[in-house]
């Protein structure tokens, strides 16, 4: 599955991932990298906890990009 992330940097340079399709699921890092790698570990252990108190697992987001030219 396809979870689309959002990430940004913090004023003092930590930069915060989260999942919007998984209420709750965000993690951090010193870079962007470092960032990356731990929600998806948080993603990872987020689907597994629904799985263990079963729970419904949230459906990605689809979402497609449309160029507008002004």
Avoid: T, W
Avoid at 15 to 30: M, N, T
Avoid at 46 to 62: A, F, T, V
Wanted: include cysteine; glycine fraction near 6%.
């Amino acid at each position: 599955m396809k979870y689309r992330i959002i990430i940004e940097q913090e004023e003092d340079g930590v930069f915060i991932a989260e999942c919007p399709s998984l209420p709750g699921c965000v993690s951090q890092g010193r870079a962007r990298s470092e960032a990356l790698e731990n929600i998806k570990d948080a993603i990872k252990g987020y689907l597994e906890s629904l799985k263990k108190h079963n729970e419904p697992i949230p459906p990605p987001i689809q979402e497609e990009y449309l160029e507008i030219n002004p």
